[in-house]
Every structure is written in structure tokens, then in C-alpha cells.
């Protein structure tokens, strides 16, 4: 049904005349007529009889006339539903627990009157997709992985350098030091089970292991970080690493140490991206507010991989 024919009816309803319908819709009232005539042969009914007064609903126009009106509204709200700015922020942290999500709680904490709707995607190519096609607005990645450029339509800023430390149990060898330099991980296991061949965090260990010679399993299933954190407790000849924002609780018997790593110190480098030309008045401002609060990148005495350059 035709939403012009229908909000026509409802103008000449309430005005109760064709030429005063036709002046509020800044129309002619020949174009009034042939639209009630267009909606009354869409209906197959009379909506209006002509008086000396003007126009009069007829039953079947009083009928339709409540339904005419709510049809205007759900329009209405359905554009409104879309409208710039009318919709939550939807941004992609990958991990509630991560550096990517303290920078999004960041931003909501200045800006609480953002509406935000946070998502976990999981490997860079299916965040690109979503970021291009609309499904995200935004998306806190580590860019551009070799061989993987990005799209043309998406950009890119280096918003975070996270220090890695090397976590511990309370009987591992380095567990009483107050920080360790790479080449003192050189010999010792460091186990990581999330690592996923193809993913941007896979290519980062990857070249970490070339430039450093160090050891780092990524056997047997991923049961998650509690598992993890229990096998590093009981397990002297295991490490693991994390990111220095990482937020995990561990029980106090643990005894587990976080031990930063320096000469030079390895830093996993967090992008957002998002499409180019998306208008949300909030992908501004979180921009914005990335930029106002950023440390910097590639500082001294810090080591990332070649392809982490900013774009």
C-alpha cells in the first residue's frame, strides 16, 4: 500500500476538505484526488463523500481511518529505527576481558548518554565484513596482517600498544623476578592454546617466535582462560603470556605472578576500524575520544611486527 496515498487520506480526513489536505501537503488538490481515488480502488471502497462542506468519511472511511493512522506511525518508526544516530553504536571487542573492551568502558564512562551495543566476532576477516556491509559500525582489531590488506572503503588508527607479560606459577622458574627481558624466555615453554593459525593474533606470535627464538606451544584443546590459569599454577614448566590489560581473577591459591617483559618489550598493537563513509555521530566521538586518550605507539624500547605499522 502506497504510504503517500494513505497519509493523504488521513490529511483530508482531518481537514475534512480536499483543498486544505492539499495545501498542508503542499500538493495540488487535483493530485488529493487522484490519490484518495488510487487508495479507493486499491481498497475497492468509498473513504469519502463529497457535502457542501467539503468531504465526509464515509462507514467505511471511519473504519479505516484508526488502521490509516497506526500504518503512518510503524512508518515512522521504522525509519526512525535506521536514522542516523537514532540507533545504538555497535562496536566489536572480541573479548569482554581484553584491552579493547577497557578502552570501550573507557569511552562509555565519558560518554555515558552513548547508547552502545558491544559484540564478539572472532578473526579478523569476519570483522572487516561486518565493518563494511553495516552489520558493525566498529571494530578493535590488530591490522594489517601480511598478505591481508584492508579494504580500501575501511580505515584504520593505532589506538593502543599493550605490553605483554609473562605469566607464571608460583613454581616456575622466573616467578620470583620482577621482570624478565625476551632473551631470558629463550629455553622455557610458554603455552598458549587460543592461538588459532589464520588469526591476526596468530600472525603476531608468529613473528615474535622468528624474531626472538622463543618457545611457545599452542597444543591440546582450548578450554579457556579458568583452565588455562589452573594449569599454569600446577605446572612449573609452563608460562603463559597476556596482555597488560587483560582482566582476569584467579584464586588466591593460585599464587600466580604477572611479570613484565622488557630488552625490548613486546607490545600487541590495537587498531579500530571502521567504513569509511559510515555517518553514525557516535563513531565520531569514540574516535575522538580514542584519540584524546591514546599513549602513543612504537616508543622506545618496544617491539612489534613490521606489518603493525600504522596505516
Not at 568502558?105 to 552513548?114: I, K, L, S, T, Y
Not at 625476551?182 to 608468529?206: F, K, N
Amino acid at each position: 500500500m502506497d504510504l503517500d496515498t494513505v497519509r493523504t487520506f488521513v490529511a483530508a480526513a482531518d481537514a475534512g476538505q480536499f483543498r486544505e489536505a492539499a495545501a498542508e501537503l503542499a500538493v495540488t488538490q487535483q493530485a488529493v484526488s487522484k490519490r484518495i481515488a488510487a487508495l479507493e480502488r486499491d481498497l475497492g471502497v468509498r473513504l469519502f463523500t463529497r457535502t457542501a462542506r467539503g468531504a465526509e468519511l464515509t462507514i467505511d472511511g471511519q473504519a479505516f481511518l484508526p488502521h490509516a493512522r497506526e500504518l503512518l506511525r510503524v512508518a515512522e518508526r521504522a525509519v526512525g529505527s535506521v536514522r542516523t544516530g537514532s540507533r545504538p553504536l555497535r562496536v566489536d571487542v572480541i573479548s569482554s576481558r581484553t584491552a579493547a573492551s577497557g578502552l570501550l568502558r573507557g569511552f562509555h564512562r565519558a560518554h555515558p548518554d552513548v547508547e552502545l551495543d558491544v559484540v564478539t566476532l572472532f578473526d579478523v576477516e569476519t570483522a572487516v565484513a561486518a565493518v563494511r556491509s553495516g552489520a558493525i559500525d566498529a571494530s578493535f582489531r590488530a591490522v594489517a596482517v601480511p598478505g591481508r590488506p584492508l579494504p580500501e572503503d575501511v580505515e584504520s588508527v593505532r589506538v593502543l600498544d599493550e605490553a605483554l607479560h609473562l605469566l607464571t606459577g608460583p613454581a616456575h622458574a622466573l616467578a620470583g623476578a620482577r621482570s624478565v627481558t625476551v632473551a631470558q624466555l629463550a629455553g622455557h615453554r610458554i603455552w598458549m592454546p587460543g592461538i588459532v593459525p589464520g588469526t591476526e593474533w596468530a600472525a603476531y606470535y608468529e613473528d615474535l617466535i622468528a624474531e626472538f627464538g622463543l618457545t611457545i606451544e599452542a597444543t591440546g584443546p582450548n578450554f579457556g582462560s579458568d583452565a588455562l590459569l589452573d594449569t599454569i599454577a600446577d605446572t612449573p614448566a609452563l608460562a603463559t603470556f597476556m596482555g597488560e590489560h587483560t582482566r582476569l581473577v584467579w584464586p588466591a591459591g593460585h599464587g600466580l605472578r604477572r611479570i613484565p617483559v622488557t630488552d625490548p618489550a613486546p607490545v600487541y598493537p590495537h587498531s579500530l576500524l571502521w567504513q569509511r563513509d559510515n555517518p553514525h555521530p557516535a563513531l565520531a566521538a569514540l574516535r575522538a575520544h580514542l584519540a584524546a586518550t591514546a599513549t602513543g605507539h612504537d616508543a622506545a624500547g618496544t617491539w612489534v611486527p613490521d606489518w603493525a605499522a600504522p596505516r
